[in-house]
């Protein structure tokens, strides 16, 4: 597609249950994102994908968190047992540079805000 | 943990006048990019400088950066209603990863009609 789909946009679940997220990146972007945003805050990271591995999930809160991205485009973002707590946007980005190279810039999906009741 | 530091935080101007919006970060960096996000929606990259200029510009937008006192600011010349949402500053660290963006708190920039 044109740019990064996220889907659902909106999801609304009880405290326990399961929910994924799904993050289809721009074609041929290389590199993966996701990053959460709490209300009136900028985004955080949660993990970088380059192709199929998970180079880096030091911003994954908790091990209720897992992502996955099994042959390199879409991915699929994972929280087990949901807590209030994790009631944010969910934002998923792409690049086909890293940010590091001076051109590099990150392309940003609408989100999916997750509301955990 | 979040880099930089936005002031203000919120910002209210009428349409015409220039929006100046600030960013403070606390490591060295590769580069310093600059995002937008309307209500609800995405972010939007808007403008990056690299660690060795001190200028740049992109059409209304006017970016600078002080590494010696890890400040950026961002200017909106001539603003517009539609001009009206929030304002990132993201960086890049040096020395490390140059995959990790890095964001902070963001401006709210407000421009009445």
Known sequence: GAGVSQTPSNKVTEKGKYVELRCDPISGHTALYWYRQSLGQGPEFLIYFQGTGAADDSGLPNDRFFAVRPEGSVSTLKIQRTERGDSAVYLCASSAVPPGRNTGELFFGEGSRLTVL | ?113
């Open chain 2, 1 to 113: 943990s979040q880099q930089g530091e936005e002031d203000p935080q919120a910002l209210s101007i009428q349409e015409g006048e220039n929006a100046t919006m600030n960013c403070s970060y606390k490591t060295s960096i590769n580069n310093l990019q600059w995002y937008r996000q309307n209500s609800g929606r995405g972010l939007v990259h808007l403008i990056l400088i690299r660690s060795n200029e001190r200028e740049n510009h992109s059409g209304r937008l006017r970016v600078t950066l002080d590494t010696s006192k890890k400040s950026s600011s961002l200017l909106i010349t001539a603003s517009r209603a539609a001009d009206t949402a929030s304002y990132f500053c993201a960086t890049v660290h040096s020395g490390g990863s140059n995959y990790k963006l890095t964001f902070g708190k963001g401006t709210l920039l407000t421009v009445n009609p």
